[in-house]
């Protein structure tokens, strides 16, 4: 099967899955991307041990977690802030622990086990602010909207760059990107965006189109950070449970810069009535 065809599958399926999760109820998204948020996090620290850096893999998961899951209480329960507080002395425990470990650079395992959550959790849990906004009442339109601005950024990117990239949008970390690719997906978001404000109102055009310009660029450094990530361990995916995409981290790579600057834009929007 050619990487193309097996891409292709692979990709479909994924989005049938995840659209479905999504869509359904509050807890199939909860226990989605829970699931996603383990497995990015996992490659991630597995990724490290390349480099014979030993992050707290198993804590470091569970505090993922709770971050996901504090934020979702935080935002589903009139905005009580108990659950965002218990996550402060949980962070700080990664410093304590790691005196009972054995190693050689305790603070680079410490280092890493930080950055995975701040690098990775952080913006999962971030997808809890557009799923219930400010009024705590769950709204799967909006999750709907960012992926599929997030989906097609990437796709026009992808294909419109493979086949007319000649110019080199960041070579020293990723040689394939090109300005054909950033540009491609730049003007199909914007007409994503305009198609998605006329079958959901929860945003106006102006606000869509501004969505689809920060998932561009944000989505963009989100997909070279990964690469930068990879490149400087000499790794080319982060996993392989995904045929012809490697691992889930790949998949999401251009989520974990533009979801946190999204929900700040959306946070922006609903309590400063901008645009």
Known sequence: MSNLVQRSITGI?????????????????????????????WEFYKITEQQKIFPQKIYGILLGLAVFLSCNQY????HNPTFLI????????IFIF???????????????????LLLIAVP????????????GQYQSEMLIGYFLLLW??????YFIGSKFGEHRLFERISPKKSWEGFWSGFVFNLLIAYVISQYINTLNLYQWLTMAVIVTVAGTYGDLVESSFKRSINYKDSGNILPGHGGILDRFDSLLLSA????VYLYVI?????L
């Open 13 to 41: 399926l994924f989005v049938v899955l995840l659209v479905g999760a999504t869509v359904w109820n509050q807890w199939s998204f909860v226990v989605m991307f829970m699931l996603i948020t383990s497995i990015s996090l």
């Open 260 to 263: 946190p600057f999204v929900a």
């Open 152 to 157: 097609t950024n990437d796709t026009a990117a």
């Open 75 to 78: 935002l589903s329960n009139g």
């Open 270 to 274: 609903n309590n400063y009535d901008l």
């Open 86 to 93: 218990a996550i402060v002395p949980l962070l700080f425990l």
């Open 124 to 135: 999962f849990a971030a997808l809890n602010y557009l799923a219930f906004g400010r009024d």
């Open 98 to 116: 790691e005196l009972y470990r054995k190693s050689d650079n305790p603070f680079s395992n410490i280092s890493f086990t930080i950055i995975g």
